[in-house]
T-cell receptor, first 113, second 109 residues
Framework: DAGVTQSPTHLIKTRGQHVTLRCSPI?????VSWYQQVLGQGPQFIFQ???????GRGNFPDRFSARQFPNYSSELNVNALLLGDSALYLC????????????FGPGTRLTVL | RKEVEQDPGPFNVPEGATVAFNCTYS??????FFWYRQDCRKEPKLLMS???SGNEDGRFTAQLNRASQYISLLIRDSKLSDSATYLC??????????FGAGTRLAVHP
């Protein structure tokens, strides 16, 4: 079975632009979480979606938004990009009752110039 | 104080050595704990889940000390391929993980 997939793998944007990142969870997984990982730090939680509903939100500004589709795939949107948004954006999926065990996709590396 | 803290290292050890990392957490209500391995510029890969006192998988042993609020990871007989960053994580709510900054391990011949 395929693992978590994310697209694109790399992205270069300029300040003020907006970006959309995509994630497809492991087949059968209904929960998707998004994390931001800046260099030298651990991943920071951004959002969690389950059955198309937002179930958790981290300490990120309103420029960050996300949604989950009926097929459980998800999009993360970031508006008005700042230099500090440069990071690896990771998507993780998990199955119901998995006691928080999450499996990560390869990530999208975003560079904001 | 950070919610999850790890010694950043690096830990430089020879092949065959035993190495241990500690991770402290601040939320006494945390129920689930994880060790992930992350190679340079790659995604974190689940190494071990820890729900009770500990877990063992081959050369890797994780232990949980709830009284002192720390988890540890012990790697025996280190291999060159064990060189990576090891991330500790605790549950911070439904499917929300709180990560430490990671501990770097370098195994040399």
């Amino acid at each position: 079975d395929a693992g978590v997939t994310q697209s694109p793998t790399h992205l270069i944007k300029t300040r003020g632009q907006h970006v959309t990142l995509r994630c497809s969870p492991i087949s059968g997984h209904k929960s998707v979480s998004w994390y931001q990982q800046v260099l030298g730090q651990g991943p920071q939680f951004i959002f969690q979606y389950y059955e198309k509903e937002e179930r958790g939100r981290g300490n990120f500004p309103d420029r960050f938004s996300a949604r989950q589709f009926p097929n459980y795939s998800s999009e993360l949107n970031v508006n008005a990009l700042l230099l500090g948004d440069s990071a690896l954006y990771l998507c993780a999926s998990s199955s119901a009752g998995a006691r928080d065990t999450q499996y990560f996709g390869p990530g999208t590396r975003l560079t904001v110039l | 104080r950070k919610e999850v803290e790890q010694d950043p290292g690096p830990f430089n050890v020879p092949e065959g050595a035993t190495v241990a990392f500690n991770c402290t957490y601040s939320n006494s209500a945390s129920q689930s704990f994880f060790w992930y391995r992350q190679d340079c510029r790659k995604e974190p890969k689940l190494l071990m889940s820890v729900y009770s006192s500990g877990n063992e998988d081959g050369r890797f042993t994780a232990q949980l000390n709830r009284a002192s609020q720390y988890i540890s990871l012990l790697i025996r007989d280190s291999k060159l391929s064990d060189s990576a960053t090891y991330l500790c994580a605790t549950s911070g709510g439904y499917n929300k993980l709180i990560f430490g900054a990671g501990t770097r391990l370098a195994v040399h011949p």
